[in-house]
């Protein structure tokens, strides 16, 4: 053994070099940086993302713990990867079995994490955590989800306050979008606040409602908007014809300056009574071209039971032993009319009496018949529904309706290319509910839904006149 001084300077040279090489490679191994994306990532509701984080130098992170979390949450665990596999018992549920990492890619330092189906509620900022026996480091990743909703659904509520409610509903939005309401001339109106809700992935539902007043074209226009993206959707409707008449008597009785007392009552309710007699059944009368329905027995649920003529309609408990067609339905214990129609405007009536549940309406030829389905527009029905004593127009969120008078007979008018569909009740000739502002583009049939809470059948009433 040679002291230090004896060792040649070239061998101490080469010595120190490689002292100082190894000290490198320890530190390489040992120190590296986590880096995300600087700027925030996009991502689609409904569609897959993946949130990028990478080690520098891009050494293999099969060997080290990866740990994705939410920031500002008190219960943050997104995913974790440790001891060579994922360890996600602790996970946020909402994650669950929605999100990975990319194991071939750990050994080239990729430790990005791909989240499936994301939803409004992944919207927020992220934290990358990597860590060895040794080192650690991390990165943060802001997540903006986006969410264009459906088009605008605008529905009308019938006289209310002065003026005709109208109802606009869109869903399906992240961020929360705005609802306004302009006339004609794109002007905005002063209109009710903006009801918010979410769905099942954590995306808004809005509706507005606004009280319009007599125009010279009664054509009014709902527009959502999401500033932060610039998206636009707008729907642009007429107040129907037949809903002008009490109105307009309202507003020429308010002009006038009367007071509402018992000569008013005569000069604005008797004329609206005969206005809404005459002319709502002629409105019916020269607009529909088919009242004649009759029931379809192979689209029918075995425990319903139709009537020789085919006319009526009752839920017995008792299962039929028939035939699983692809026309009938399985689940729903419902049945369409045999006649179908994909243009032209379309009314029927159908006797309801003291019946406590039961929904009338039109379906698209592709309405699911074999599995449950929300009962709503975007499902292919649009349906008025009476449960648990609640009259409601299945919108996309139902929409409660409030009736003075419970119909016995209910008539069910279709627009095909105004895209409309109209409730109404028959014996006091008034308005329940209408849908507009939609397209159809496949064959509707009448729907018919009898109940379960008394036997007494749903019966399609002749339609001979209308007075």
Not at 101 to 121: A, H
């Amino acid at each position: 053994f040679q002291p230090v001084s004896a060792i040649p300077y070239s061998w101490g040279f080469k010595y120190l070099s490689f002292v100082l090489s190894l000290l490198q490679k320890s530190l390489c191994v040992y120190r590296f940086e986590v880096l995300g994306p600087a700027q925030p990532v996009v991502a689609v509701a409904g569609e897959d993302v993946v949130l990028p984080c990478y080690i520098k130098p891009n050494i293999s992170a099969v060997d080290l713990s990866i740990e994705w979390f939410r920031v500002h949450s008190e219960d943050p665990l997104v995913h974790l990867y440790r001891d060579h596999e994922d360890r996600n018992e602790k996970q946020i549920p909402s994650y669950s079995e929605r999100t990975s990492l990319f194991p071939e890619e750990l050994r080239n330092g990729n430790t990005s994490l791909k989240v499936k189906n994301v939803r409004g509620s992944d919207n927020g900022q992220y934290k990358c955590l990597v860590q060895s026996a040794e080192w650690y480091d991390d990165s943060y990743i802001n997540v903006h989800i986006k969410a264009i909703g459906t088009q605008p659904m605008i529905s009308i509520e019938g006289y209310k306050e002065g003026g005709i409610s109208l109802v606009c509903e869109s869903k399906g939005w992240y961020p929360q979008p705005q609802v306004v309401w302009m006339d004609s001339e794109g002007h905005k109106l002063p209109a009710g606040h903006t009801e918010t809700y979410t769905d099942s992935m954590g995306l808004f539902i809005v509706r507005r409602r606004v009280i319009v007043q007599e125009t010279k074209t009664n054509r009014f226009t709902c527009r959502v908007l999401q500033q932060g993206f610039s998206e636009v959707r707008e729907t642009v409707t007429d107040v129907p014809g037949e809903l002008k008449y009490f109105y307009l008597i309202v507003m020429t009785e308010r002009g006038r300056g009367g007071a509402v007392g018992w000569t008013s009552f005569y000069s604005l309710v008797v004329p609206a009574i005969i206005i809404l007699a005459v002319l709502i059944p002629h409105y019916m009368k020269q607009q529909r071209e088919k009242v004649d329905v009759t029931l379809d027995p192979d689209t029918a649920h075995p425990e319903l039971v139709l009537s020789e003529n085919r006319k009526q309609v009752r839920h017995e408990d008792a299962k039929q032993d028939l035939p699983d067609n692809p026309e009938r339905f399985k689940n729903r214990k419902s049945v369409l009319g045999i006649e179908g129609f994909s243009s032209g405007r379309r009314y029927w009536e159908v006797q309801v009496g003291d019946k406590t549940d039961w929904t009338l309406g039109v379906a698209r030829e592709s309405i699911n018949r074999k599995e449950y389905f929300a009962l709503n527009p975007n499902n292919g029905l649009w349906a008025l529904r009476l449960g648990s004593g609640k009259y409601e127009a299945l919108t996309d969120s139902p929409v409660l309706l409030h009736l003075s008078v419970k119909p016995q007979k209910v008539g069910v008018y279709v627009d095909y290319e105004e895209g409309q569909v109209s409730f109404y009740s028959v014996k006091d000739k008034s308005h329940i509910y209408t849908f507009t502002g939609y397209k159809f583009t496949e064959k509707l049939y009448p729907f018919f839904w009898p109940g379960f809470r008394n036997s007494d059948p749903l019966i399609i009433s002749p339609v001979s006149h209308t007075d």
